[in-house]
């Protein structure tokens, strides 16, 4: 019987990696469980169903600006939380940064048993708020250490396959949490829905933090000092080169782009007031653009250059703007149309993301290469995370400090959004790109399917070159002595 049930197990497909389907990526599959459960938590805990129980608490437009902000605003806890590693090694500082991470989420799940029992309280959206602050303050610590953790211990061999498995499996993850969510919010009262869902996300957490327990630790590494980071940064912000006037454009798209998801679900709430399930079939609708674009780019990227990809999200940005800015002027209701404005922002997201990753290797340096990409995701992350907070403030409408969107100002940020795709695309496409010169791109995970997060995953000062992994879990593992 033992022998049937082996040779069922090895017929089905495995979600994740067996002894059977891949032996060298086998031993590190809690790697890959990790990312799969982490995506429950990302996609509720800082995504649209935040966003919407923030509003359903009575949230401002500066609210929700703030609490979207608060990952990327944080980035530099991510930069000074690299000193801990050398340390306390990556597994103590990522199952810390995780560990902590975690006890916020009781707190909307709190919210959302007390909000029906005793109606909403203006202090109710003030502890979602802080409790998203302290939820990306702790994340941010663990972030520090997962990528070169990875490194670490993946041998260089695996390290590609690991990385496109962890693509596959958190897309997965994400897609259904989405659809979840939406059937939540459709079949359920809103406060009931909104219990089940953080209460999947906290379930998340805390599977994927037993996960990362079962990974294998890795010596300590040797980090880039804050005094030389302290030293370098400026010159290498502001001195003339290929990489600053890159990082500044970059930084541009970044301010242009990242207040576009909260405000869209914020409005599409309290303006045409769509049900909470159909907005969030529109988020399914913008990470199958992202998982299309994905698939579809990953490998043309490499033949053709990273260029005419910068450009094509720009184009892709330029008509998500201009159809936002007609909806909010004729005041339309068509449900078609706000599926392909998501699908669309989310193909061209992910297009810039995409090529991002690989031309952000051409403009720096490889002796400084590890500060300069830190330099570029810390300061595209926090500049680009204040455009939510200060737009925040210029939408909030006149519904008496409670749930309002100034239409008229919204539609002057698409015009905004418009206006600068528009001299960003004459600016890109004046970047110099030598497509004979081979250059690796960047490899940071699920990024590509995170791309409002990718450049919080670039920030590391380990030198990713210079960590040594096993060549497989078996040769680094201690063997038994003789005679046992």
Not at 237 to 257: D, E, G, T
Not at 315 to 321: D, Q, R, T
Request: hydrophobic content about 50%; proline content about 7%; glycine content about 8%.
């Amino acid at each position: 019987m033992a022998e049937k049930a082996e040779t069922l197990t090895g017929e089905m497909p495995a979600l994740f990696p067996t002894p059977q389907s891949d032996r060298e990526l086998y031993p590190f599959r809690y790697g890959l469980i990790f990312g799969f459960f982490n995506a429950l938590t990302w996609q509720i805990g800082i995504g649209t169903p935040m966003v919407l129980f923030a509003e359903q608490l009575g949230a401002t437009p500066a609210q929700v600006g703030l609490a979207y902000a608060f990952v990327f605003l944080l980035t530099p806890i991510q930069v000074v939380s690299t000193a801990l590693l050398p340390r306390f090694g990556f597994k103590q500082v990522m199952l810390g940064g995780w560990g902590m991470r975690s006890l916020f989420l009781a707190v909307p799940l709190v919210l959302s048993i007390l909000a029906p029992w005793w109606g909403v309280q203006g202090w109710m959206v003030h502890a979602l708020v802080w409790s998203v602050f302290f939820f990306c303050f702790f994340r941010s610590i663990g972030a520090a250490a997962i990528i070169p953790w990875l490194y670490s211990i993946l041998p260089a061999g695996v390290r590609g396959r690991y990385f496109g498995s962890d693509q596959f499996l958190s897309g997965i993850a994400g897609v259904l949490t989405l659809i979840c969510c939406s059937a939540l919010f459709a079949l359920l009262p809103v406060y009931t829905a909104l219990l089940v869902q953080y209460g999947i996300a906290l379930l998340g957490s805390t599977l994927s933090y037993h996960a990362l327990k079962k990974l294998p630790d890795a010596p300590k590494p040797t980090a880039i000092s804050l005094r030389t980071v302290a030293r370098d940064t400026p010159r290498h912000m502001f001195h003339p080169s290929p990489f600053r006037n890159y990082l500044w454009l970059a930084v541009w798209f970044s301010v242009l782009s990242t207040p576009i998801p909260p405000f869209v679900a914020y409005y599409l709430k309290v303006g045409p007031e769509l049900s909470l399930g159909n907005i969030m079939l529109f988020e399914v609708a913008r990470y199958l653009g992202v998982i299309a674009a994905a698939w579809a780019l990953k490998r043309r990227v490499d033949a053709t250059g990273a260029k005419p990809f910068l450009l094509l999200g720009l184009g892709l940005y330029a008509i998500v703007a201009l159809y936002w800015w007609v909806y909010l002027r004729i005041d339309s209701h068509a449900i078609a149309g706000v599926f392909a404005a998501y699908f669309l922002l989310g193909l061209g997201t992910a297009c810039w993301t995409i090529a991002n990753l690989n031309y952000l290797p051409q403009v720096t340096g490889e002796s400084q290469r590890t500060l300069m990409v830190s330099i570029h995701g810390a300061v595209t992350a926090c500049i680009g995370g204040m455009a939510p907070i200060i737009w925040g403030w210029f939408l909030k409408g006149s519904g008496g400090g409670g749930p309002a969107i100034n239409v008229d100002v919204f539609q002057w940020f698409f015009l905004t959004v418009l206006a600068s795709v528009v001299c960003l695309s004459w600016l890109v496409a004046r970047l110099p790109e030598d497509k004979s010169i081979a250059v690796e791109p960047l490899v940071i995970g699920n990024a590509v399917l995170r791309p409002f997060r990718a450049a919080t995953y670039l920030i590391n000062l380990i030198d990713l070159k210079s960590l040594q992994a096993p060549e497989s879990r078996a040769e680094s593992s201690p063997k038994p002595p003789p005679g046992r």
